[in-house]
């Protein structure tokens, strides 16, 4: 591994020891950016250069998030940043054999894979592919020497670097990622599957990137996996930047099922311009703390943007969904659906907010947020929040914290069905309802099996897919006659 050492030690330590330890750690950071600049500047065009001084001026001035920070507040770093992480700062070169650590064998569903591992984009030929229609896919670092006027106009005009210090930090280091570009008028045929792979020795911390560009009137289907090929520490601090030109669709599955020792940070800047239609949604299924963070900006008339998840949490597993929605233009929709279910001593955080500003009169915008908690342990800070200077809209927010209804609990166990089962049919027809939004047929009826095997506790971290597939698959059923419902 070629890279720098934070050599901290992961102790349990008091609140002022915590501070100190990720103080050093950010000063840690600024000796790495300041002597190896040889490595980081390595494949940035002029712009790009600028870019990183800037953002690494804000990491300095903004630091790491705390929970003293409003939108923090219910999500405390501290202690994931105790650890001792390696920096993976040089690339691990195009020898790597990605059939031999990752699989993805899900039945009936074909894809267009491009993997990172460890941060760095994984290839065997080329850098950057450009198919028959003209859509190229590949490294982002090549991106920046070989397309700079998509560069230039693209990367870094999204994602805010001067509010956000994970944001700043990512940016002032991120060397490689995943850049796609979708021509004007291409429809893509196949579904492009993202993955971000983890695989090492040592503890890591990685700045991940992405940039993915819609040209006018086209369509991608694109699904981003977050795996672990080990169970050591990580930290991952993701960043994707995605353009929506006019009248172009962007579907986006985001699938989630790491294991307990792995920090994981997704947050996404989306610009969408007139008559274009963004849908994401993001399965969580477990995770040691997961925070993803979608921020919308509708600049355009006619545009939609749909945004939806479930998280299935339990032992002290954390979820953060942030979302930010903002209406700039009239005649825009925007609908959210997140649904979570936590149990033991699991714990989460929802804030959903929608700003509708003053010329974006017909506007709708409806956002919900349903949480069962199935122990007086686990805990959901849920906020809907609507922000409107507009005065012709239709907007609305709703959130629920509750468990299990008593009355359907009653109503199937009549018809002979277990306590135990009656509590997974209820808790899967509330997870269906984002589940069946998926458009993607197999990916649909996978998820709808993990969900299954998650409820009844046979889904856990997968050494090779977040997809959780394997030579030993077996179908999944349920015990339950639902004649009798």
Known sequence: ?????????????????????????????????????ASLFGSDSAYVAELRQLAFGHFKHLGFPTARMEKWRGTDLSKALLADYEWAM????????????????????????????NGWYV??????????????????????????????????????????GLTALNTAFAQDGIFIYVPDGVAVPDVVQMVNIVDSA????????????LGKNSHLKL??????????ISFINSVSEFYIDRDSTLDHYKLQNKDENSTLINT??????????????????????IRNSTNVKLSGENCAANIYGVYLMDRNQHIDNQVLIDHAVPRCQSNELF?????????????????????????????????????????IDTKPFLEIYADDVKCSHGATVGQLDADAMFYIRSRGISENNAR???????????????????????????????LRGELSYCDQCVLHCSSQEKSLTFDIDMTKV
């Open 268 to 289: 996404l800047f989306v610009q969408q311009e007139q008559g274009s239609t963004f849908s994401s949604n993001a399965i969580s299924l477990n995770g040691g703390i």
């Open 1 to 37: 591994m070629n890279g720098s050492k934070v050599n901290y030690s992961p102790a349990n330590v008091d609140i002022m020891e915590q501070t100190r330890i990720v103080a050093d750690l950010q000063g840690h950071l600024e000796t790495i950016f300041i002597e190896r600049q």
């Open 424 to 454: 997974i049919l209820l808790m899967y027809a509330f997870a269906a309802e984002v589940v069946n939004k998926i458009d993607i047929p197999e990916l649909r009826q996978r998820i709808d099996d993990m969900v299954k095997k998650r």
């Open 90 to 117: 040089e690339s691990p070169g195009n020898n790597i054999d990605l059939e031999k650590i990752f699989q993805c064998e899900v039945p009936h569903f074909e894809t267009f894979l491009v993997a990172q591992l």
């Open 339 to 379: 649904k979570g279910i936590l149990d033991d001593h699991a714990s989460g955080v929802f804030n959903g907010h929608v700003i509708v500003r003053k010329d974006a009169q017909q506007t709708n915008a409806y956002q919900t947020n349903k949480n069962i908690l199935l122990t007086d342990k686990a805990t």
């Open 223 to 232: 699904v981003q996996c977050d795996d672990s090929i080990n169970h050591k």
């Open 202 to 213: 040592q503890n890591l911390m990685l700045q991940t990137r992405n940039l993915v560009i």
């Open 123 to 164: 290839y065997k030929n080329s850098p950057l592919t450009t198919l028959p229609n003209g859509m190229i896919v590949g490294s982002l670092a090549k991106a920046f020497l070989k397309y700079p006027e998509l560069i230039n106009q693209h990367y870094g005009k999204y994602a805010n670097v001067e509010t956000d």
